[in-house]
C-alpha cells in the first residue's frame, strides 16, 4: 500500500500533467507494488483536488467493460472515474484540441439519475428503475501518463489507468433522449464516424451483455465509501466500441439511429 504522502504525490504530479500536458512515467513504474486500491486512492486525492480548486462532480463514468478490453489488459473487472463540470461539451460543438495531449473518442450510452441510487447489492433492475433517462454520448479520453513507458517500454497497466480518473478527459452528449423502458438497451445500435468514414461500429450489449449492469457494477463499488449516484448524475456506461484517435481539424459524429446523433469537431 502507498503512503499518504505518495497518494497525493501522484496526484499532484497528475494535475500538474493535465495543466502542463507534458505527461508523467507510468505510475506502475514508478511504485512497482501499487494496487487497485491505491490507484483509487490517487484517483479520489486527485479528484479532491479538483474541488478544492472550483470544480463540481456532474457524474460518473465507467470504462473497460467489453470483454475484448479486459483480456487486452489481462483484468476482470470494470473501471471508474469522475465527470466534473468542465468536462462537459455541447453537441456539436468545437472541442479545444489544446487542452488535452492525446484524444481518442468512444461511443456509449448515458444513463442521468432520478432517484438516488446507492447499496452493495444494487441490481441491473435498480439500476433502470433509478434512471430518469438515457442519452446517446460520446467520451473523450485523454491520458496523463504515458502510455508506453519510455525507458522499459512496458504498456500502461490498469492502475495506471484508474489513478488517470480513468482516462476520462471529456463528454459530449446529445441525439434523442429516451427512458430505459423504452427499447430493449441491450439492442441500441451506433456508428461512429470521423470526417465522414466509418471508423466502429457496435451494439450496446457488449457493455457487460447490457449498459445497466456496469451502472450496478459502479453503485456497489462506490457504497463502501459512503457514496452514491445522486439524481441528475450523469454515469457513462461504458464504450461498445474501440477507441479512435482524434486529432486537430476531425469531426467525430455517433449516428444511433432511431436515436439520433451526437457529434463533435477538434478545433
Known amino acids: 500500500m502507498l503512503t499518504t504522502d505518495q497518494v497525493h504525490a501522484a496526484a499532484t504530479a497528475l494535475d500538474q500533467a493535465e495543466r502542463t500536458r507534458i505527461q508523467i512515467r507510468q505510475l506502475t513504474q514508478q511504485y512497482p507494488g501499487i494496487t487497485l486500491d491505491d490507484a483509487y486512492a490517487i484517483q479520489r486525492s486527485w479528484i479532491t483536488q479538483k474541488l478544492a480548486a472550483g470544480r463540481r462532480v456532474i457524474g460518473h463514468k465507467i470504462g473497460l467493460t467489453s470483454k475484448a478490453m479486459q483480456l487486452a489488459l489481462n483484468i476482470d473487472t470494470p473501471d471508474s472515474g469522475y465527470l466534473l463540470d468542465d468536462m462537459l461539451f455541447g453537441d456539436g460543438g468545437e472541442i479545444p484540441t489544446g487542452r488535452f495531449i492525446a484524444t481518442r473518442v468512444e461511443m456509449e450510452l448515458a444513463f442521468v439519475m432520478k432517484t438516488r441510487l446507492q447499496g452493495p447489492d444494487c441490481t441491473l433492475f435498480d439500476v433502470l428503475k433509478a434512471t430518469d433517462y438515457v442519452v446517446p454520448a460520446l467520451e473523450i479520453l485523454d491520458t496523463r501518463i504515458e ?42 445500435a451506433g456508428i461512429l464516424t470521423k470526417n465522414a468514414a466509418i471508423e466502429e461500429t457496435g451494439v450496446a450489449a457488449g457493455v457487460l451483455n447490457h449498459p445497466g449492469n456496469g451502472i450496478a457494477w459502479l453503485v456497489r463499488n462506490l457504497a463502501p465509501h459512503g457514496l452514491a449516484l445522486e439524481p441528475g448524475q450523469i454515469v457513462l456506461a461504458g464504450s461498445f466500441v474501440r477507441p479512435v484517435e482524434a486529432r486537430k481539424g476531425d469531426t467525430i459524429q455517433a449516428d444511433f439511429g432511431p436515436f439520433g446523433t451526437v457529434g463533435c469537431h477538434f478545433g
Do not use: C, Y
Request: aromatic share 4%.
Open 147 to 188: 502510455r508506453v513507458d519510455r525507458q522499459s517500454g512496458e504498456t500502461r497497466k490498469i492502475a495506471d489507468t484508474i489513478a488517470d480518473n480513468a482516462a476520462n478527459a471529456g463528454i459530449v452528449v446529445g441525439g434523442r433522449p429516451f427512458r430505459p423502458d423504452e427499447t430493449d438497451l441491450r439492442w441500441v
